[in-house]
């Protein structure tokens, strides 16, 4: 009985990563398919995110070199 227990938590286990896997491929092409469809927008985000992120990398080098 203990091997059967050991082989049907193999097996499980073999499923659960099948699983997990299959999710992360469908996430990953629907997010592709997504950046394909949404381009200008996300551009347009990038391009918003672009001045913030320069002012947050700027306060930490800043911080950094008075230390």
């Known amino acids: 009985m203990a ?14 990563v099948f699983l997990k896997m299959l999710i992360g491929a469908v996430v990953f092409l629907v997010g592709i398919y997504l950046c394909i469809k949404w381009w200008p927008s996300l551009l347009q985000l990038i391009k918003g995110c672009l001045g913030p992120m320069l002012m947050l990398i700027g306060f930490v080098v800043i911080a950094i070199a008075r230390e």
């Open 3 to 16: 091997e059967e227990n050991k082989e049907t938590s193999k097996t499980g286990e073999k499923v659960k």
